[in-house]
């Protein structure tokens, strides 16, 4: 069951050792960054990234796609604002004691004695406000989201999109009668986070995270974990169920069908915007650049002429034929400039990640066909031109399912078993993720994460995985199976 | 042509002071907010207000009407971080005589004596960006848009939605090659921001603004300045000429078609999401609550049905048929909650400001009809089953026409000529705003704001109007048509 083989038996070792992704990551990913338009890091303020045009497409679309979903479930739009008081900052004992290093204060102009704290997260500044909001059970449940920025002062290594200091987000936070409708909304949330990652082809392990990691304030937390290249993984999404620790804290309380009054029952969930960017191109991404999802793809489909003489004009009206024909659906570029060759668009356009690319020559225009290139598999197909919007749709659906089964099977492949620390540690070093079986004492999680370089990331909350025998520190008697990784 | 007999000669007067909102604005407008959940002011950091679900929907809805225009345009999006160093934020001389004294400050946890300056507004921000990716004439023109919130330190009263701390709006900055690129690009952007007000009814002047009131470090610059019910008018929106001195300032160069370097020109514009809200809310509403265009409206249509013993089914189930029937082409909610009376939804939905409300009884069902009740005019008219989606449409084009209309007209009401500084104040005193000839002085710009209680706020840019005689306050010949109001 140790690692590498079993890969390289599936002949995923030669496919992953020939990407650059995957043996120099760092250097393959800051590039393209910059060379396809997502981020720029060359801001002077250390963590705060500048997301130029494709990477502010691609969060706007995320945004778009999160929103509708949070809203059709009955999720309501608010914007809380980015500050509050140190006092109201302080009320949960637990959440200032996580945040309080990493928080930004802000100094107004009129008033230096009296500093705001930033937002690390919106639980102690909209849960004031949940107070006076909440009466009875008429107002439950209250569920709202925004998206928004978050600010934390990382002291880890900086790295654009995974770890910054600015950290554009949706946070929703929930507010319920009862523990079961608290834990009921804990699943809702999983099933919505899990619709948008499902449309973008990105796949991630669902953990409940031991209690010495979930988030300061909460009664559990589970936690998206995506895979990526370099072995470390990414969280993409949290869901935490509250209990009633902030209700307390902020004294929200309500009256009961029975006329009784208590403390309700609050979940918030977070999904991160850079994050989920930094998964679709870490995952999807090969060595000629991004591969984007058609979902979020700032252009979906370019079209290249490919000129020849004597047909020039011919060969330019039929592509603007089929461009017309396309734009009502989807997002189409001619790309008709005359600096560059039809091979240098290819390059520059596979760099893109476009889905798919048309060529037009003076072929195509005689027959009325189209020539097609899949961006994923490079596959070229030609096709009729009264087939053409079937074909595009086949073809962008075979390319979704196709990024989503790829990066499935990278998952699974990914996870390899182990039995000792060594084993874990090879396991890491191969850049993979260990399975273990685990005593749950935290004695045992720090002695693992001291002696192998990652840390326990938790048990499978979606299926049940019951331990056969003993925790890998310790030798006693397993209680739960977990996953082991080097963690963004 | 003395304010008040004027408007009193076109029936407004009465119309005017019946309303709360006219007489009474601050207390109509607060109870407002809160009622019918735009905005909550009870947050405990002044000039941080808590968007409410109604609120954040409209923002929402401004936003998404606002960017589809500006990426129509060829406005790329994008995402600059919120804060800037001290030295970057200093480097135009006048944009920091101008803004130094609002700006917040940001303290870092790890850096105390590193503060960074929170962005009032993303020159300083993004130009230094500009100058790494413009090389030459082919990048231009680079036209980038964000929706962010902005941090202006307003020692002035804060109000919500007008006068806030933190701002929501939406900034696009562009840089072009010449000179009359730049002045189109200023037409272009009023263009914009007219349609955007249009959809939503709203009625504005557009000012250029005197020298002394322009954007620190602008050539010139252009207002939307909106009526508003107490008189203060709302400036909802500026558009900027640049000219070349951020450029110089942040070394922004390129080469030309010629081959030669040199700087380019550059402009920039803002759109106030919230106080755009407030104009809304102001223009429209009424003593019954908000009054809101179909354009932006949470709720487009509510159905009540009205009970009737015997006939609940049939009631409830037509309900459900005519919403079923609107649904996939407007927000619809069948309020068929019971612990309240009709006569209470209808009072209740009227202040939310719901463009239409339909009513279903036993008569309706009988007859296969359907009562339709428009919020500005509360007109009621029955329209056949099968005519139904053809009379809402026309029903919210009426609705959003007379809107406009109504608001157009009270803007040409309220403008008054005035000789005298005299006259001046009266027409201020009355909520109203003062046209004026100018000598185009300083000294003379002054002396009115001193006397008047109101300030110059421009000449028209849209409408050329020649001055006829002598400056209103020196009574030397005038250079200038320009308006006088009082401001948030």
């Not at 995506?226 to 209700?247: C, E, I, M, S, Y």
């Not at 009256?255 to 191109?281: K, M, N």
């Not at 499935?408 to 070093?429: G, N, P, V």
Request: hydrophobic share 35%; with cysteine.
């Amino acid at each position: 069951m140790g690692g590498s083989s079993r890969v390289g038996g599936q002949g995923l070792t030669v496919a992953v050792t020939a990407l650059k992704k995957f043996t120099n990551f760092s250097t393959w990913f800051d590039e393209l960054l910059l060379k396809a338009k997502i981020v720029d890091g060359r801001y002077p303020v250390k963590g705060f990234p500048v997301y130029m045009e494709n990477g502010a497409f691609i969060l706007n679309r995320l945004k778009s796609m999160l929103e509708s979903l949070l809203e059709e479930t009955g999720h309501k739009p608010v914007y809380f604002p980015l500050v509050t008081t140190e006092e109201m900052f302080a009320r949960e004992t637990q959440h200032i004691k996580g945040f309080q290093p990493e928080v930004f204060k802000i100094e107004q102009p009129g008033e230096r004695e009296r500093k705001l704290v930033v937002r690390p997260t919106s639980e102690t500044i909209m849960y004031p406000m949940f107070k006076l909001w909440i009466r009875s059970h008429a107002d439950l449940p209250l569920k709202v989201h925004q998206s928004v920025n978050v600010y934390r002062y990382e002291t880890k290594a900086t790295r654009l999109l995974y770890r910054v200091r600015e950290i554009p987000w949706n946070e929703a936070h929930t507010v319920h009668e009862t523990p079961s409708d608290a834990e009921r909304q804990v699943r809702e949330a999983i099933e919505i986070y899990s619709k948008v990652l499902r449309e973008v082809g990105i796949s991630y392990l669902i953990l409940k995270r031991p209690d010495f990691d979930k988030f300061p304030g909460a009664s559990y937390s589970i936690a998206f974990d995506a895979w990526n290249p370099d072995g470390k993984v990414n969280q993409v999404a949290t869901v935490h169920n509250l209990g009633r620790n902030f209700a307390k804290a902020f004294e929200i309380e309500f009256e009961r069908r029975d006329g009784s009054r208590g403390h309700p029952y609050q979940t918030c969930y977070g999904f991160g915007y850079s994050r989920v960017l930094a998964a679709i191109i870490a995952q999807h991404g090969d060595d000629r650049g991004l591969v984007l999802p058609p979902s979020v793809a700032p252009t979906q489909i370019v079209i290249i002429p490919i000129p020849f003489k004597g047909h020039e004009k011919e060969i330019i009206d039929y592509c603007k034929e089929v461009k017309e024909r396309l734009e009502s659906r989807w997002r189409v570029i001619l790309d008709d400039t005359e600096d560059m060759t039809p091979g240098e668009k290819f390059y520059h356009w596979e760099m893109m990640g476009t889905p798919l690319r048309i060529e037009i020559g003076p072929r195509e225009v005689s027959e009325r066909t189209i020539t097609i290139t899949r961006r994923d598999t490079l596959e070229r197909v030609k096709v009729e031109f009264g087939d053409l919007e079937s074909s595009i749709e086949r073809l962008m659906d075979e390319l979704a399912r196709n990024l989503r089964e790829k990066s499935e099977r990278m998952m699974r492949e990914l996870i390899t078993d182990a039995r000792s620390l060594d084993e874990i540690r090879k396991i890491l070093d191969e850049r993979r993720i260990a399975r273990v079986e685990w005593c749950g004492e935290t004695g045992c999680a720090d002695n693992i994460k001291e002696n192998v370089g990652g840390e326990i990331r938790g048990e499978r909350y979606d299926v049940a995985e019951r331990p056969q025998g003993t925790c890998v520190a310790c030798g006693k008697p397993a209680k739960t199976v977990v996953y082991i990784a080097r963690a963004y």
